[in-house]
């Protein structure tokens, strides 16, 4: 079993930053994905950003060349840098972690950006 804590999230002004945290209870470094999902209200809970073992990453579309996933294993924490956010960035941000067919959550760390 592996716990994921996220942390970071905040109030924002349109064009601001933050990042956001996930720390493991447990290696990440064995973890086959590691990932940011968000859940806006009324909306389904979508991908952001992931990242393989080997280090390669993916970006929903609307936050490509804002948001940066990254890790660091001697911590065992995962990172979304967000910059330039817009009020469409507001939602609860999960962590996730996938190893051998199973997945875990977080519970979610909130962020909104006012106009």
């Known amino acids: 079993q592996v716990m994921l804590v996220e942390s970071g999230g905040g109030m924002v002004r349109t064009g601001g930053s933050l990042r956001l945290s996930c720390a493991a209870s447990?290696?990440?470094?064995?973890?086959?994905?590691m990932g940011w999902y968000r859940e806006a209200p009324g909306k389904p809970r979508d991908v952001v950003a992931v990242?393989?073992?080997?280090?390669?990453?993916a970006y929903k579309n609307t936050v490509k060349g804002r948001f940066t996933i990254s890790r660091d294993n001697t911590k065992n924490t995962v990172y979304l840098q967000m910059n330039s956010l817009k009020p469409e960035d507001t939602a609860v941000y999960y962590c996730?972690?996938?190893?051998?067919?199973?997945?875990?959550w977080g519970k979610g760390t909130l962020v909104t950006v006012s106009s």
């Open positions: 990242e393989t073992s080997s280090g390669s990453s």
């Open positions: 996730s972690a996938s190893r051998n067919g199973s997945d875990y």
């Open positions: 447990g290696s990440i470094f064995s973890m086959d994905l």
